[in-house]
Nanobody, 123 residues
Framework: QVQLVESGGGLVQAGGSLRLSCKASGRTFSTYAMGWFRQAPGKEREFVAAITWSGGTTYYADSVKGRFTISRDNAKNTVNLQMNSLKPEDTAVYYC????????????????WGQGTQVTVSS
C-alpha cells in the first residue's frame, strides 16, 4: 500500500511563496512519475506540474510556468513544489499523486493520491 502525505500549505499574501512537499511510503517511489494537481471549490481537479521518475523531465500547466518548480528527491521519497509569485487564483487544495501512465496531465491516470493541503493566497 502506498501512502502520500502532503505538507507545506498555508495562507500567504499575493506575491509570496510557499513550498509544498509530498512524502511517499514504499520502496518503489523512484520508479514512478509524480504529479501535483489542485482543486478549487466548485471546480474540477486540474493539473499543475509533474516530474518523471528520474527527475529528468518536468511538465507544467501554462498558468504556473515560470512561477512554480517541481523537484524530487528519490533518496528521501519526496516530491516538492516550490511556488513563487503566488496569485489569488492559485488558491486551492493541492494534491500530489503517483502515476504509471505517460499521460501525466490527466487525473484519472493517477492511482494514488494524498489527502491534500490547502493553499490560500490573499489579495
Amino acid at each position: 500500500q502506498v501512502q502520500l502525505v502532503e505538507s507545506g500549505g498555508g495562507l500567504v499574501q499575493a506575491g509570496g511563496s510557499l513550498r509544498l512537499s509530498c512524502k511517499a511510503s514504499g520502496r518503489t517511489f523512484s520508479t514512478y512519475a509524480m504529479g501535483w494537481f489542485r482543486q478549487a471549490p466548485g471546480k474540477e481537479r486540474e493539473f499543475v506540474a509533474a516530474i518523471t521518475w528520474s527527475g529528468g523531465t518536468t511538465y507544467y500547466a501554462d498558468s504556473v510556468k515560470g512561477r512554480f518548480t517541481i523537484s524530487r528527491d528519490n533518496a528521501k521519497n519526496t516530491v516538492n513544489l516550490q511556488m513563487n509569485s503566488l496569485k489569488p487564483e492559485d488558491t486551492a487544495v493541492y494534491y500530489c499523486g503517483r502515476t504509471t501512465s505517460g499521460v501525466i496531465r490527466t487525473p484519472r491516470n493517477y492511482d494514488y493520491w494524498g489527502q491534500g493541503t490547502q493553499v490560500t493566497v490573499s489579495s
